[in-house]
């Protein structure tokens, strides 16, 4: 019973992501659900990514926190349009962004002009990973810091994520995070994850992880326009 | 009427925790509920704690994970009883534990002899927090590498916690986090809470914590005994 309570849930969710997808697809937004734990350096690596898009290419942010606007505080000096969404209307919040919250942004964020957007999932392995919320491409970051054994303990966020963004690799060698073992893990999880290592902190690996935006979204636009 | 739906759920779960406890006091088991994001140090602490009660406190551990069994192995050599729960029968698995799970794990675990018995949460700043499982304390992880922001962004864990062990601060200074503001975020959300820097690598601030437990253990039984 409480399997076919789920399932309805996503269903539901489903169909207002299909919708999403559709006022996406309408202003040719291409769409990133970023993901991860909490601390995982999300907010980081959308501040180095605003800098270099700024002037570029025009983007938009949905920043997802259970409580507070930290995140989006940080991110609006950047020139891109934040939209704050707090999932705390109850005791605790909501771990985790669903499509209606992501309609409910799109009253506020003018997607006219905007040629990508991200949203910043509340940090969390687990929730996340099973709520679409009509994006292009789901990216999932890990901190070494969290060690090389969590594909095996948060599979399926591993499984539906397109790219992961394996961050603070500065730490290497300051925190127990054995590479090898956990390209093995990854592999053992999802075979044909692409894994770009970086460092918000220093910069090492944005070149990487922007040339994969960009080369994703032309898939994505090609993809629109044959559909 | 979501509300009303999420007071149901936790006033069942408050039921079940009550029947946890009642066991747990039937046996002078003093119960740590051991919460954190992913990454943390949760296991690698417990690693300590078991290394140095071993011989001397008699421990069991209550092990909670969406999938696998790797942190229950990493224990299993330390001379405790472990019990693994996996929080898995559905898609994406739950990403906390409740009390209705601690029941079924003390089918397995005998508490017979058992001094104290630690609880280890799936990893997950949000929702850990709002169930009870029918602990004596509620202990949180958090480390340096998550940054100094959470407790405004994930307060009810902070609100609802008797200790925060402040993990991995042989890290300080490779990573950006300021602790006199940490402090001070923390006083904002749950001035009372007492903060232990540890780092479960080193193994500084392991004596700290281990003091704590000891001493909370004491007023608990005394409190037992009153009642």
Known sequence: ??????????????????????????????????????????????????????????????????????????????????????????????????????????DQLKLEGLEIVFIENVGNLVCPAEFRVGEDRKVMVLSVAEGDDKPLKYPLMFRVSNLLL?????????????????RANVARVNPGLPVIELSARTGQGIDAWLAWLEAEAAVAKGGRHVG
Chains 1, 2 share one sequence.
């Open 166 to 182: 394996l961050n603070k690799v500065d730490l290497e060698g300051h925190v127990e995070f054995d590479s090898a073992r956990f």
């Open 1 to 106: 019973m409480e399997v076919s309570v789920l399932r309805n849930v996503l269903d539901a969710n489903d169909l207002i992501a299909a919708d999403n997808r559709k006022a996406f697809d309408a202003h040719g937004c291409f769409v990133i659900n970023l993901m991860s734990a909490p601390g995982s350096g999300k907010t980081t690596i959308l501040e180095r990514t605003l800098h270099h898009l700024n002037g570029r290419v025009r983007a938009g942010v949905i920043e997802g926190d259970v409580l507070g606007t930290l995140d989006a505080d940080r991110l609006a000096p950047l020139g891109a349009p934040v939209v704050q969404i707090n999932t705390d209307p109850h005791f605790g919040g909501e771990c985790h962004l669903d499509a209606r919250m992501i309609r409910n942004a799109l």
